[in-house]
């Protein structure tokens, strides 16, 4: 019988370390164009609740003289009614951005190309991810309604799911067997790997912000590469990157 695969934590920290400088310029290029989608829609949301605000304000203004415009009333309305549509569009393309940075992670690891275009191409893996990600998060939020230890022993056992999904393009059922088959043997080690990584990511954001910019693709990769040897695609004594 085949051995349960295990992993290092420490191979994996060292690959993080060293795959983050190896594609730094990169990764800060993809964090610099986040970033900056994200101060638009933020723009875009103030403009709207500015135009609203300031519409609104105008209109009672006329109000109070007896005079209302009905048009600018309709006008209103519209724009608070288009927020729904936008809102619900801004959660698809988060899902969409979450996606193209998994495959990013993953192909860093696989020494594989990765292109900025990757965080907005793959829409095909869309509803897979969406329906895996709400079915986990059923599982957990009931887990945590019962004495709160169900709720992380389903996070740790699952915790490879979307991963899976988005590296071999799997369904929602699939993705969720293979992150049970990846984590059986490895549950405490996983737990205690996933609380080092987290206070890893966390640490960068005390050094003025900055730090982040190194120990949250660190954790992020060495968090891959951990799913790598899990899934037997990087052996545990040759787990380095040059």
């Not at 009333?73 to 519209?78: L, V």
């Not at 793959?122 to 939020?141: D, P, R």
């Amino acid at each position: 019988m085949e051995n349960q695969p295990t992993f290092k934590l420490g191979a994996a920290l060292s690959a993080g370390w060293k795959l983050t400088w190896k594609n730094f310029g990169f990764i800060l290029l993809m964090m610099l164009v986040i970033m900056g989608i994200c101060f638009g829609i933020w723009l875009l949301f103030v403009a709207i609740f500015g135009g609203v605000a300031f519409l609104t304000s105008i209109n009672q203004s006329g109000a109070g003289l007896g005079t209302v415009d009905t048009e600018m009333s309709g006008f209103i309305f519209f724009l608070m009614w288009l927020m729904v549509p936008l809102y619900l569009a801004i959660l698809a393309f988060s899902q969409v951005v979450s996606i193209g940075m998994q495959k990013i992670y993953l192909n860093m690891v696989a020494e594989k190309e990765r292109k900025i275009k990757d965080l907005f191409i793959h829409w095909n893996y869309f509803l897979q991810y969406l329906g895996a990600g709400l079915l986990l998060g059923v599982i957990i939020y009931v887990g945590f309604f019962f004495f709160i230890f169900p709720g992380i022993y389903f996070m740790v056992k699952y915790q490879f799911a979307l991963t899976a999904l988005v590296d071999k393009n799997l369904d929602v059922k699939a993705s969720l067997d293979k992150a049970a088959v990846l984590s059986k043997g490895n549950w405490w080690k996983l737990f205690a790997s996933n609380i080092l990584l987290f206070l890893i990511a966390f640490f960068g954001f005390f050094v003025f912000g900055i730090g982040a910019l190194v120990t949250v693709p660190l954790a992020a990769l060495a968090y891959v590469h951990i799913y790598r040897q899990l899934a037997g695609e990087i052996k545990v004594n040759q787990a380095k990157v040059n």
